[in-house]
């Protein structure tokens, strides 16, 4: 059974700022890397499939339109091992589901960079869409605030929300929240220009990039699992 964390703990590392800007990093790497070398289009999330999906059925062209099946059905599956995996991991009493994830992204990652650039492009694209899919069910708050580490588009969102917020008089906490959400689209576009760079030098091995931001988040969680919070390694994430 899930616990809500005791009152002297506010937050678990998982929800910490620095993976969130860094798993954010990630996504924008993501996003350069399948547009640029694997196919260009964009997985981190599946608006774009669903339009495509739709406007391929309404032009008749049914084979084409089910192609976009194939992404779309490896973002559903993400979610329901993201949202099945943590239950039997958190019995284990050794290391969270979130820590286990980032290993299982870092080891995909690993493989992606080894994929041919010739390959069909389809192999990566369904990969990428899987991994994104469970970083976005996983890490949902950020010390309290929901965010998303994947996308921008409620980032950008929010940012508007709170900015009105705070031009009309009704706290200075506003505009620290549209500063914090707008600092997330940041850290993406960094993210999705180093991606791009990197591209253009190494192709398909310029995946590996994002190991460096991978590493230091698991080593970063790993740490809080086995030293400084092991004792809350049944406790639940805020938003789950």
Not at 15 to 20: A, H, Y
Not at 151 to 160: D, K, S
Request: with cysteine; aromatic share 12%.
């Amino acid at each position: 059974m899930s616990q809500n964390l005791p009152e002297n703990k506010d937050y678990l590392e998982c929800e910490s700022s620095r993976v969130f800007m860094l798993l954010m990093l990630v996504a924008g790497f993501y996003g350069a890397y399948t547009y640029s070398v694997r196919g260009g289009v964009f997985c981190n999330a599946q608006t774009a499939n669903f339009v495509l999906f739709a406007m391929a059925l309404g032009r008749g062209r049914i084979t084409e339109g089910i192609y976009y099946l194939i992404p779309m059905s490896a973002y559903l599956l993400g979610a329901i091992v993201s949202e099945i995996l943590p239950k039997p991991v958190k019995k284990t009493h050794f290391i969270r589901w979130d820590t286990l994830l980032i290993l299982i992204e870092m080891a995909m990652v690993v493989i992606l960079g080894f994929i041919p650039d010739s390959a069909p492009f389809q192999i990566s694209q369904v990969a990428v869409n899987f991994i994104c899919s469970m970083q976005y069910n996983t890490f949902r708050q950020k010390e309290g605030v929901p965010m998303s580490t994947t996308f921008c588009t409620n980032h950008l969102r929010q940012t508007g929300v709170a900015l009105a917020k705070a031009l009309t008089g009704k706290g200075s906490n506003h505009l620290r929240r549209a500063c914090e959400h707008f600092k997330m689209i940041g850290i993406f576009v960094i993210g999705g220009a180093v991606s791009a760079f990197l591209c253009v030098l190494f192709k398909g091995r310029a995946i590996w990039g994002a190991l460096v931001p991978l590493g230091i988040v698991f080593i970063d969680l790993l740490y809080a699992d086995l030293k400084t919070e092991h004792e809350y390694i049944e406790y639940t994430p805020h938003g789950h």
